[in-house]
């Protein structure tokens, strides 16, 4: 059975750092590519970022270019979102997503995550900025 376990959420200071983890269970990593989605209150799910199957390719939303890396570890069947100098504005549950066939098109292209392409949705773990 497939299942995506997000992890790493916290209360963090603006400025802070943290890292998310995504743990799959009953698929393989290496054939998929990794989305990371996030929920504020009130707003609707925004993509962040994704990671081709390989872990070659990679993109972002404007909004935390340069702040947050993407990476996976296909041994470890587990996907990771460094993210550093976090702002109010981050603050929201962060969801982890996967597809076999999604194009994860690299920075020369405009970010833009399908999210009804993804499946295997996790419960999400919940970032909070504040001072």
């Known amino acids: 059975q497939q299942q995506l376990v997000e992890s790493g959420g916290g209360l963090v200071q603006p400025g802070g750092s943290l890292t998310l983890s995504c743990r799959a269970s009953?698929?393989?990593?290496?054939?998929?590519?990794v989305g990371w989605f996030r929920q504020a209150p009130g707003k609707e799910r925004e993509g962040v970022s994704c990671?081709?199957?390989?872990?070659?390719?990679?993109n972002y939303l404007d909004s935390v270019k340069g702040r947050f890396t993407i990476s996976k570890d296909n041994d470890k069947n587990t996907a990771y979102l460094e993210m550093n100098n976090l702002e109010p504005a981050d603050t929201a549950v962060y969801y982890c997503?996967?597809?076999?066939?999604?194009?994860?098109?690299?920075?020369?292209?405009?970010?833009?995550?399908?999210?009804?392409?993804?499946?295997?949705w996790g419960q999400g773990t919940q970032v909070t900025v504040s001072s």
């Open positions: 997503a996967v597809d076999s066939s999604y194009y994860c098109a690299g920075p020369l292209f405009k970010f833009k995550l399908v999210e009804s392409a993804f499946h295997g």
């Open positions: 009953g698929i393989d990593l290496h054939y998929y590519t």
């Open positions: 990671v081709s199957p390989s872990g070659g390719v990679s």
